[in-house]
């Protein structure tokens, strides 16, 4: 069994930073892609950052500029890092990663954590 735990989120004011932390734990042979997604009230869940095994990201331009993923393998852990935060990125944030079974090493299946929740004071 596979598990991603998420941690970091909080309440935080406009212009203010958090840092969320996915360590995925379990077992598995491999993780590729991870990323973070997020969830605001009354919205659709949508993308904010990927990143590969080999470390190359993909944003959203919402987020550009401001946030930063990265990962570090040996822990099977992937952070966001939030910068200048605004009230619209107020959301439940979900981590996200591809795993890939010992026992089904020809597939990747998606994995989610429970959620970390950031609010955003303006």
């Known amino acids: 069994q596979v598990q991603l735990v998420e941690s970091g989120g909080g309440f935080v004011q406009a212009g203010g930073s958090l840092r969320l932390s996915c360590a995925a734990s379990?077992?598995?042979?491999?993780?590729?892609?991870m990323g973070w997604y997020r969830q605001a009230p009354g919205k659709q869940r949508e993308l904010v950052a990927t990143?590969?095994?080999?470390?190359?990201?993909n944003y959203a331009d919402s987020v550009k500029g401001r946030f930063t993923i990265s990962r570090d393998n040996a822990k099977n852990t992937v952070y966001l890092q939030m910068n200048s935060l605004k009230p619209e990125d107020t959301a439940v944030y979900y981590c996200n990663a591809g795993v890939v079974l010992p026992t089904y090493r020809w597939r990747t299946s998606p994995y989610w954590g429970q959620g970390t929740q950031v609010i955003v004071s303006s």
């Open positions: 379990g077992n598995f042979f491999r993780i590729d892609d």
């Open positions: 990143i590969t095994s080999a470390g190359s990201t």
